[in-house]
């Protein structure tokens, strides 16, 4: 085990919290009962009117640093005054309505220095109440890929190496309100490897509350605008040879008229044609990932 000293920490864990009575205290203990003991944890009140401010000045762990929002910035504009604030070589995501498994920070640690190429990993997680575990992407050229149709990163199994959010200015574009997470790790992909490790490392729980259900049909939209933007940046396509509703059905893996279905052949070989100029994406998975979308589409 790793022991705590007075230099600075190697990682910095970052947890908002707005109204987050119920489950913050069993978030909280996840972290504080971690193996690896060479953390700082960063929790940031986002203008909480429940008992959350209650349950963070009874903590008395050195580890533990409390900043306070005047208001209700917003969960992003959080992370991101947190993460400014962090000292660590990484910076471990975390929900306050989670679980993190004792193991996940020493294991994920030990995983980012074994591979100094990696600026983002993921983690898989087990759903609560379900039970269910996920299986996740773990090829990272295959992950890629597959962004271009949804974020298959659980965002608060996170672990980011901050030199490189440094050396390449990224933190979360808040213009993207729920759907920022999705945008920094597509982002990071242009950078370093951005990949997932088959570890459960999390508890994620499901609940009304949460932002990917009390705000689903809005994230949708900042969803689709990455989805859309990572054509222009990834691949070079102007605004006006990018058929939108045609993209977004395929991408979502949405029912599509069959007499759409040379609409959609030409331009998946769009797709394929723009990427053999780029090399953005490695040939073979982007085609095979494709062509998969085209069959259940149709």
Excluded at 78 to 95: F, P
Excluded at 104 to 125: D, H, T, W
Aim: charged share 25%; net charge neutral.
């Amino acid at each position: 085990m790793i022991q705590f000293s007075t230099r600075p920490p190697s990682i910095s864990v970052v947890m908002p919290v707005y109204n987050g009575g119920q489950f913050l205290a069993e978030a909280i203990h996840s972290i504080l009962s971690q193996t690896f003991f060479d953390f700082e944890f960063i929790i940031i009140d986002d203008g909480s009117t429940d008992q959350t401010l209650e349950i963070l000045h009874s903590l008395k762990e050195k580890k533990v640093v409390v900043l306070k929002n005047d208001s209700n910035l917003g969960n992003y504009q959080s992370r991101n005054i947190g993460m400014g604030h962090a000292l660590g070589k990484y910076i471990c995501v975390m929900d306050a309505d989670d679980v993190s498994f004792p193991q996940r920070l020493e294991r994920q640690f030990a995983y980012m220095e074994a591979n100094p190429k990696v600026g983002i990993c993921g983690s898989f997680i087990q759903n609560i109440p379900s039970g269910g575990c996920p299986n996740f992407i773990t090829d990272g050229e295959l992950l890629k890929v597959a962004f271009l149709a949804n974020n298959y990163c659980a965002h608060p199994s996170l672990i980011l190496r901050k030199e490189f959010l440094n050396r390449f200015n990224l933190n979360y574009n808040e213009n993207y309100f729920y759907s920022a997470d999705f945008d920094l790790c597509a982002r990071g992909f242009r950078h370093f490897e951005v990949l997932n490790i088959p570890d459960v490392l999390l508890q994620y729980r499901r609940h009304s509350g949460q932002i990917s259900t009390a705000k689903f049909a809005e994230q949708q939209k900042y969803a689709d605008a990455i989805r859309v933007k990572q054509l222009k940046e990834n691949l070079g396509f102007k605004p006006e040879e990018i058929p939108i509703q045609l993209h977004l059905q395929l991408m979502k893996k949405e029912s599509i008229d069959a007499v759409k279905k040379k609409d959609a052949e030409q331009w998946i070989q769009a797709i394929i044609e723009k990427n053999f100029i780029r090399g953005y994406y490695e040939e073979h998975r982007l085609r095979s990932f494709l062509d998969s979308l085209l069959k259940v589409s149709f």
